[in-house]
């Protein structure tokens, strides 16, 4: 019901930035919260940033001030920048939506994108 595209992945050396972007489409009736999860070859996936619909934002201990989300509300958009990127950034990014899909039922879900490579060479 709800589909998230992302982009802006790709291979950059450390210290370098990048910026990601997910737009989020299908059957959304409203967003609460959108954020930026990774996973790295071996590891878990974990919490990179969240973003609510009140601006609310949570980072990982690990990128903050190196990294900032923001949104666009009007094109359910949710961006990653990405600065001072260090290797240990290296991770499959995931863009995540939780979303509530029908005006009768209050109930959210949440959604996932299918991922975006960065890499950070030495």
């Known amino acids: 019901q709800v589909q998230l595209v992302e982009s802006g992945g790709g291979l950059v050396q450390a210290g370098g930035s990048l910026r990601l972007s997910c737009a989020a489409s299908?059957?959304?009736?409203?967003?609460?919260?959108m954020g930026w999860y990774r996973q790295a070859p071996g590891k878990h996936r974990e919490l990179v940033a969240t973003?609510?619909?009140?601006?609310?934002?949570v980072y990982a201990d690990s990128v903050k001030g190196r990294f900032t989300i923001s949104r666009d509300n009007a094109k359910n958009t949710v961006f990653l920048q990405m600065n001072s990127l260090k290797p240990e950034d290296t991770a499959v990014y995931y863009c995540n939506c939780n979303a509530r899909t029908s005006r009768y039922y209050s109930a959210a879900n949440d959604y996932w994108g299918q991922g975006t490579q960065v890499t950070v060479s030495s």
């Open positions: 299908g059957s959304i009736f409203s967003i609460n919260a």
């Open positions: 973003i609510t619909s009140g601006d609310t934002t």
